[in-house]
């Protein structure tokens, strides 16, 4: 498969392209279907190193789903808008519109400025703007293989070998077969959707690890990308229900990858810099696909000095990841329904006795642990016991989240809410005495229910009562051990 440019057209993109003022950067958009910002770094490790080490290009941390599938994950990130907020399209329905007919897709914006527009899909039976919805009534893009790809699904079925070539490189050979005959020339905007190996298989994709780092590192070392706005992305995790009912899986179809890279020279401009110091303020920010919209369009449209030096307002729902975002943002703010929010909250353990006694196993770790640091000062320092546990809070999702099920309808609208799914790992701040010297220590430990892993972190204890006087005989021989030692003879004067 090759690109084949129409002359005709790129002439007139030229001419739109004189009124273009905004950055003038090539977008460049890679997406694979059903995978988790986890998963992308267990079955493309290669890629992403590459892409975050050598690029420099940011992951999104804070990224999170809006809605239960495709076409859920692009109508924010390509209209700004959901489904229920456009005209209906749906094929369940008659009468109603084909998508290119009532949405507005971005590409659209590009094309009035002047840019050669691609929307790529490889699957054709379960297109995403297809399978359930209308689909487009003309060519939605300049160039757009959907035929193709329905030639070849009518003679192999969705096939993960072209003749004799893996599907995933007649892929990326067609990827750079389009960088190639825009060379330069005319500014463009791609998206890529693949889907084959990815969206049936939780490990498939491992195939293509290294195709996709080579075809990324030729590029990019090619200059191919000097102009390029380049996003590495998924539309959501994996939503098989098997996973989907763990909690582990739970997150992580809700946290799906978005890798942004801004090159250099863009990045040595006045308003790169800011774009990119932005963009990584918000790394570990919450945002959605409606943000990645706005993103979008301050790319055609560059805000004003004080709007990229300014905290954008959480009043609006998209914001763009090249202003800064602020942290109070919530779930609510960027219209992530409660069902979908992965942001978890502080709550006090619930008093079962399965609980009570997780809390207890964990302080006696740490108290283990204490005595383990003091045991090479014995005769300083005393070992301790737990006195009692005064309170325990530990950080967990949403009930909503937990008992999400699935989608209630065909269309994916309606949330069931009666799934009970077991909360496997959580992090826990215990707040307990010990005892000779009654210390009351904050500590922080990650459990896991699954394995009854405990993770300590002795950086985040805090020993909160007043020390006094207990730890006189070690604090000038090893200052650390303060926060823990009791001296035998202060056991005797507190009576202790
Ligand atoms: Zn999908």
Known sequence: MRIVIDDKNNEELSKRHKQNNGTKLNVHIISFDSLSQMSYRRNLPKTVKYFEDTMKGVVLNGYNIVGDGTPQAFLPFLCGKTELEMPDTRKA????????????????????????????????????FSYRLNGFKNMPTNHYPRT????????????????????????????SSYIKAYDKTTPRFALFHHAILSHDDMNLVQVADDDLMNHFKKHFENGDFDNDLVILMADHGNRFAEIRNTHQGQLEERLPFMGIFLPKNFQNTAIGKLYHDNLLKNKDKLSSPFDMHQTLLDILNVPTNKELTTPQLTSKRSLSLFREIPSSRTCFDAGIEKHWCSCMKWENVPNKPFYVQGVKAMANAFINKVNSLTSQERKLCSELKLKKIISSTWL?????????????????????????????????????QTTPGDAIYDVTINYNFHTNAIVLNMH???????????????????????TYCVCYDTIVNTGN
């Not at 998508?99 to 054709?124: H, L, Q, R």
């Not at 949403?398 to 992090?427: C, H, Q, W």
């Open 93 to 128: 329905n008659s009468n109603n519109h084909y998508v290119d007919e009532v949405y507005p897709f971005i590409w659209n914006n590009y094309s009035e400025k002047g840019y050669v527009t691609m929307y790529a899909e490889d699957c054709f039976d379960v297109g995403t």
């Open 148 to 175: 193709a790809y329905g030639y070849v699904e009518s003679k192999f079925g969705i096939a993960k070998c072209i003749g004799n070539e893996a599907a995933h490189n007649t892929w990326l050979n067609y990827i």
């Open 396 to 432: 967990i999702p949403k009930s909503e989240m937990l008992s999400y099920r699935g989608a209630a309808d065909n269309d994916g609208f309606v949330p069931d809410l009666t799934g009970e799914v077991a909360i496997e790992f959580a992090d826990f701040k215990i707040q307990l």
């Open 460 to 482: 985040e204890v805090s020993h909160i009562n007043k020390y006094g006087d207990t730890p006189h005989c070690i604090i000038d021989k090893n200052y650390f051990l303060a």
